[in-house]
């Protein structure tokens, strides 16, 4: 008994140790196989890897599909990772390949935009997805209405803060294309808010 008591003190010290570790430190300790540092690094990562697939597929399942499929890459690839950007950035670069192929793959299916309007942010209480209902709403309807290129900005920009340079390692353009890119997005989700009787959020 004692000696199982060791073990499981010796794993959840581990496992505190790993999650002080950066995520670059934990790459390389998955690249040598380290399960722990695979979980420290899944828990960190996949509620955002999962919103970011999200807005992009529109469907909860495949989502959660795809982020298992990002993760296991991450498994198996870790060693290839070159700290040439954030592990973030690469994490979603990966996860936006595996996205599009799938969206490749359904293209002659239809897309309910209502999907999306319909699927609760965990983050949020009962009572703060009350109040903000209409307008998170309308916002995600008007930039549903956005092209896919525009919606991919202001998705990577506004609600997973990344800096230009990032959105451009993301994407696989120059930085000068996503500033025109933002701004033209900006633009028109400005006008289809106002349209929409929404003045009040930033664009």
């Not at 995520?23 to 300790?29: A, G, I, K, V």
């Not at 198996?76 to 996860?95: D, H, K, M, N, Y």
């Not at 709403?137 to 092209?147: E, N, V, Y």
């Not at 230009?164 to 294309?177: F, H, K, L, R, W």
Request: neutral net charge; contains cysteine.
């Amino acid at each position: 008994m004692s000696n199982v008591i060791a073990i499981n003190a010796a794993a959840k010290k581990h496992i505190v140790a790993a999650r002080a570790t950066s995520d670059e430190m934990l790459l390389q300790s998955i690249a040598k196989g380290d399960r722990n540092a695979m979980h420290v690094l899944y828990s960190r990562h996949n509620v955002r890897v999962y919103r970011f697939v999200l807005r992009m597929v529109r469907d909860a399942t495949m989502a959660e599909d795809l982020v298992s499929q990002v993760f296991l890459d991450v498994w198996r690839t870790a060693s290839q990772f070159e700290g040439r950007s954030q592990v973030s950035t690469w994490l979603l670069s990966i996860a936006r390949f595996k996205a599009l192929t799938a969206l490749r793959q359904r293209r002659h299916e239809d897309i309910d935009q209502e999907d999306v309007l319909e699927i609760a942010d965990d983050a949020d209480t009962p009572e703060a997805s009350l109040d903000r209902a209409n307008t998170s709403a309308i916002l995600r309807a008007c930039i549903a209405k956005l092209s896919p290129a525009h919606r991919e900005i202001i998705n990577l920009v506004y609600y997973h803060e990344k800096s230009v340079e990032e959105a451009g390692a993301i994407i696989g353009i120059p930085q000068s294309t996503v500033k025109t890119r933002m701004f033209y997005a900006r633009k028109q989700l400005a006008e289809l808010l106002k349209c929409a009787g929404v003045d009040s959020i930033a664009a």
